[in-house]
């Protein structure tokens, strides 16, 4: 069946195959080509590059002929050591899990196994939003021993994955991995680019909740998801069956039968949408239809005959918008989504290198505008911005045992951007609650974690979630007391050498440092279940009021202590070295105030304002507010601050060149008193 796609690709379409028909190969079904083309952005070189690398992995590894419904292969598929979730990521990428502890190298040849996974890998990929999204792909490493693991077929799997086969691979998350696989994991690291190995990550099964919403995972990976394996294998007999029967009426057989349907699509934002099903074209395969109905997962849709039976779990009020989202190089596992998101609304489903945001204007330009509006200017704006209603949920915050964990009854956490704890009562799953939401940065996703200043009932909570997110670098802007009132416990020890205890979590204080403006702490943090500990850099900044902005509304204090911050996350991040896998920039930065909205949301508005100034020469100040607000709610709590945002960016554009100077005379002129 056709499919539709706009004339640039429909062109790029047919040359792709007139370059196969030239090298000998004629029989290759339009969706084929298609599958190639989405994984290298219809570009014909390229596809074709990949086509070839294809072809010779397939014939190498025996991976062309199949035969599911018998030995050896049924058996492999049976033990659903491998199996695609019948969720999605975020970003609307497929999830492929490959259970450790279920493989016996001494039982099974790498050609079975790695039949297993194309098997499975094909029929996932006959949806167009995989095509797009790709493939986000968990090796779980839980309770596996020595035993179960195979370093060539490992590398096999990431070869093929990585280059040889027509689907963006996004993410690599190895998950509990011991300590003999270290070794052997710095090894594989050095045969992909830096660029790949960034989206390479080591995890505890509590971090997999950064990468992936725990609604799509497995509960063996501290997710709500009980998937049925033998309904998935079910699924994927009945389209295989399919596929070769509407292969042999359309006349066309190639070697990948089972991933050359492509149902009837119709345009969608000038790309493609699919319709759902199967066509079934027998009796049989209709009953199989009929049969899959009936079967239900942790209360999502069921697996159906459609060609795409992954279904997204997580977004923005559960919905996600349409996205087209293209494939990068082929060393390049991450994805970058194109599609629109509205002013304000949150994407979840942003790359790392749209984090940065769109739009901009040079420092010029942001002084002009600042000069015209005024204060007056910029607080109506602001109005407007906390004028909008909230950009998703707060059922979590709101359950009556997480109620007393927050500090504010009113400032309460949104529950698509939360940070979720492990959870330590199995019958109680309120205890992976705490009041924070993970916050973009600029070109990097989660950079921060926005949360309250903690209470004394949530001080194990807060350093579990340190531990948890692997975090290097904590961000305090407030005084513990302020105008006489509690504004933050006292959750580490003040004097050197000191130590507390805090829920299974010992707290050393190594050093202290006095600045005029803040205070350096040096923490040594230690997990009591296994003896592990971890350096912790502390900062906290104690000359910003309350509801406020820094003493005479003057930047430089707070830049240079935004410096010192990001110092101190590249050296922990480098002292790390091969330990991390994750972003260049390291594990999400913790940043708190009082309430966790209004001075951090202004220390993180400053922070990826003056980055992409000085990577891009551009700024965004109300685009960044909006975004941050958009995951961490109500964040830049008063007008003022929006304010200082603006006058603290110009500073920085100072200071660094961007601007000669920035005179702002009469900018106060007709401005009323503030709130």
Not at 55 to 70: D, M, S, V, W, Y
Not at 312 to 335: F, Q
Request: aromatic fraction near 8%; charged fraction near 25%; hydrophobic fraction near 35%.
């Amino acid at each position: 069946m056709a499919v539709a796609l706009s004339p640039d690709q429909e062109l790029a379409t047919k040359a792709f195959l007139d370059a196969l028909s030239e090298s000998g190969a004629t029989c290759v079904s339009r969706a084929t080509a298609i599958k190639f083309l989405f994984a290298r952005k219809f570009d014909v070189i390229r596809a074709h590059a990949l086509w070839r690398q294809h072809e010779a992995t397939r014939r190498r590894e025996g991976l062309n002929k199949f035969e599911p419904f018998e030995d050896p292969l049924k058996t492999e598929l049976d033990t659903g050591k491998f199996t695609i979730l019948p969720t999605r990521d975020a970003t609307g990428a497929a999830i492929a899990v490959f259970t450790a502890n279920k493989h016996f190298p001494s039982l099974t040849t790498h050609q079975t196994t790695l039949q297993g996974v194309v098997y499975q890998l094909d029929v996932a990929l006959q949806s167009l939003e995989t095509q797009r999204a790709g493939l986000v792909f968990i090796y779980d490493m839980t309770d596996s021993k020595y035993t179960n693991f195979d370093y060539e077929l490992s590398q096999k799997i990431l070869t093929l994955l990585k280059g040889g086969y027509p689907a963006k691979l996004k993410k690599v998350l190895i998950v509990t991995a011991p300590l003999w696989f270290k070794a052997p994991f710095r090894i594989l690291r050095l045969f992909v680019r830096e660029k790949l190995r960034e989206r390479v990550h080591t995890v505890s099964a509590p971090q997999l909740g950064v990468h992936v919403p725990r609604a799509s995972l497995p509960r063996q990976l501290g997710g709500q998801l009980d998937p049925d394996h033998a309904a998935w294998l079910e699924h994927c007999k009945n389209c295989y069956t399919n596929n070769i029967q509407s292969s042999k009426l359309d006349g066309i057989i190639d070697e990948y039968v089972i991933s050359n349907h492509i149902p009837a699509a119709k345009p969608q934002n000038g790309i493609i949408e699919h319709e759902v099903g199967c066509d079934m074209t027998s009796d049989s395969a209709a009953r199989l239809c009929d049969k899959s109905a009936d079967m239900h997962i942790s209360g999502d849709p069921p697996y159906t005959c459609d060609t795409s039976p992954l279904r997204h779990t997580h977004g923005y009020n559960g919905d996600m918008k349409s996205r087209h989202i293209n494939s990068g190089d082929e060393d390049d596992l991450d994805i970058s989504t194109r599609g629109t998101w509205s002013s304000g609304e949150v994407s979840p489903g942003l790359s790392d290198e749209e984090c940065g945001g769109g739009g901009g204007e040079s420092a010029g330009a942001l002084l002009a505008r600042v000069r015209a509006m005024r204060r007056r200017g910029l607080v109506a704006e602001y109005d407007e911005i906390r004028a909008r209603p909230p950009h998703g949920t707060f059922h979590h915050a709101k359950l009556p045992s997480n109620l007393a964990k927050n500090r504010y009854t009113d400032v309460l956490c949104y529950d698509h951007s939360r940070v979720l704890l492990s959870q330590t009562d199995p019958d109680d799953p309120t205890t992976d609650y705490i009041n924070a939401n993970y916050v973009d940065g600029y070109k990097q996703k989660n950079a921060f974690i926005c949360t309250q200043g903690p209470l004394p009932k949530t001080f194990g909570d807060f350093w579990r979630m340190v531990w948890e997110q692997g975090t290097l670098v904590i961000v305090m802007t407030t005084r513990a007391v302020e105008r006489g009132r509690v504004k933050c416990g006292q959750y580490w020890p003040l004097t050197v050498g000191a130590r507390a205890t805090y829920a299974g979590y010992a707290v050393t204080n190594e050093a202290v440092e006095q600045e005029d403006d803040y205070t350096v702490t040096h923490l040594l943090l230690t997990d009591l279940r296994t003896e592990q500990s971890r350096r912790v850099w502390h900062g906290q900044y104690t000359r910003w009021p309350d509801y406020g902005v820094p003493g005479g509304g003057r930047a430089l204090p707070v830049l240079r202590f935004l410096q010192q911050v990001r110092r101190a996350q590249h050296a922990a991040r480098a002292d790390l070295g091969d330990a991390w896998a994750g972003h260049s920039r390291g594990p999400p930065i913790i940043v708190h105030c009082s309430a966790g909205i209004g001075r951090t949301g202004t220390f993180l508005t400053l922070d990826i304002c003056t980055m992409r100034l000085s990577a891009e020469g551009v700024v965004d100040v109300r685009g960044t507010v909006e975004r941050v607000r958009a995951q961490r709610a109500h964040s830049i709590q008063m007008p003022d601050q929006y304010v200082f945002c603006h006058l603290a960016v110009l500073e920085y554009a100072v200071m660094h060149g961007y601007l000669e100077s920035a005179d702002l005379s009469g900018f106060d002129d007709d401005t009323e008193e503030s709130e």
